[in-house]
């Protein structure tokens, strides 16, 4: 098993712990509303949905390449606005990959925006290797997700404002 690990730092208008809401703490409940076309529903598996130990199964729509993904969530911590979480079960796993680990730390930008930093390690089965373009795949799929965010939180801007 191998390690391949990528970084990437992505700026957004919308305040950290907006975003770090969002993403991390009602992702199951948002993500279907924010984008149907690909997120038919979440369902936490394991845990209360916003701490350690949570795990959550995102099901896709018909249609998509993936079925379902299921993600654990590590750590989190809203104060510091960090969350570590792995990809442990899902199609994007194929046979390359045993698991993938994110690290997610949102910081505040002068302009009341945010600064998405992102640590993405890749473990491999055996001799497999993850190449950049692999890794542009999967943030052009998470860039659609920040976007579809984004304009739901600017379009709404009472949610998760407090």
């Not at 994007?92 to 930008?109: C, F, M, Q």
């Not at 390690?121 to 659609?144: A, N, P, R, V, Y």
Request: charged share 30%; net charge negative; with cysteine.
């Amino acid at each position: 098993m191998g390690v391949t690990t990528y970084t990437d730092s992505v700026e957004s208008p919308i305040a950290p712990a907006r975003l770090f809401k969002a993403f991390f703490v009602d992702s199951h409940n948002l993500f279907p509303k924010v984008v149907p076309a690909l997120v038919k529903s979440v369902e936490i598996v394991q845990g209360d949905g916003s701490s350690a130990g949570t795990v959550k199964k995102i099901n896709y729509v018909e249609g998509e390449t993936e079925k379902y993904v299921k993600n654990r969530i590590d750590e989190i911590d809203g104060a510091k606005l960090v969350c570590k979480y792995t990809l442990i079960e899902g199609h994007e796993l194929g046979e390359k990959l045993e698991s993938v680990r994110y690290e997610v730390t949102l910081e505040g930008k002068g302009d009341g925006g945010s600064i998405c930093k992102t640590k993405i390690e890749f473990h491999t089965k055996g001799d497999s290797t993850i190449g950049l373009d692999e890794f542009k795949q999967g943030k052009d799929k998470w860039m659609g997700l920040m976007n579809a965010v984004e304009k739901y939180l600017g379009d709404n801007p009472d949610i998760y404002a407090a």
